[in-house]
């Protein structure tokens, strides 16, 4: 099946840096990419739409300046947290849809971002 | 896309069927069903879906009421690696996100 990688796996910044959190598409190319948030104990919360070679659609509640994110080739997105701050810790996961058009959408493993 | 009800937590013995419900009384007719389950710590894995007629792949199946305003996944000998939260989803046209709801925790036990 189609694969999905994040990378990394996990990270630890300092308060006040940015974080720069990498999607792939490892076998198939993907026009759509979404950013998922997941705290502790919750379900996942839709952050972004990202459409190749176009702006971000953010969903409302999230801050298009402080989650930025680009999605430049049709198989890798990016979303760098900026001024990272301690409640921005979180689970981050991306998934990807097929650009032939499936119904399935393909998710990554998830990046544990931990902000001291 | 509709709204899904399912209850918080099942249990289900290794071996014995586990059957999830899922309630979407205001699913429109070019809405799918999908579920996806979430092992901790993990991303989401797929796992099947479907319009309107019981569907059947390795790894479960999944039942619709004729009505479609409810639907059940069957997983028909859970092991211990079934342990997940199941998520029940909704959704029309496919190029949109997937909204994920509260879900249903299922621990499977020796």
């Known amino acids: 099946g189609a694969v999905v990688s994040q990378h990394p796996s996990r990270v630890i910044c300092k308060s006040g840096t940015s974080v720069k959190i990498e999607c792939r598409s490892l076998?198939?190319?993907?026009?759509?990419m979404f950013w998922y948030r997941q705290f502790p104990k919750q379900s996942l919360m839709l952050m972004a739409t990202?459409?190749?070679?176009?702006?971000?659609?953010?969903e409302q509640g999230v801050e298009k300046d402080k989650f930025l994110i680009n999605h430049a080739s049709l198989t890798l997105s990016t979303l760098t947290v900026t001024s990272a701050h301690p409640e921005d810790s979180s689970f981050y996961i991306c998934?990807?849809?097929?650009?032939?058009?499936?119904?399935?959408?393909?998710f990554g493993p998830g990046t544990r971002l931990t902000v001291t | 896309d509709a709204k899904t009800t399912q209850p918080p937590s099942m249990d289900c013995a290794e071996g014995r069927a586990a059957n999830l419900p899922c309630n979407h009384s205001?699913?429109?007719?070019?809405?799918?069903v999908y579920w996806y389950r979430q092992i901790h710590s993990q991303g989401p894995q797929y796992i099947i879906h479907?319009?309107?007629n019981n569907e059947t792949n390795e790894m479960a199946s999944l039942i619709i009421t004729e009505d479609r305003k409810s639907s059940t996944l069957i997983l028909p000998h859970a092991t211990l690696r079934d342990t997940a939260v199941y998520y029940c989803?909704?959704?029309?046209?496919?190029?949109?996100?997937?909204?994920f709801g509260k879900g249903t925790t299922l621990s499977v036990s020796s």
């Open positions: 989803i909704v959704r029309g046209q496919a190029g949109t996100a997937l909204i």
């Open positions: 998934s990807a849809r097929d650009r032939g058009g499936n119904h399935e959408q393909y």
């Open positions: 205001t699913i429109s007719g070019n809405e799918y």
């Open positions: 076998d198939f190319q993907a026009t759509t």
């Open positions: 479907g319009l309107k």
């Open positions: 990202s459409n190749e070679g176009s702006k971000a659609t953010y």
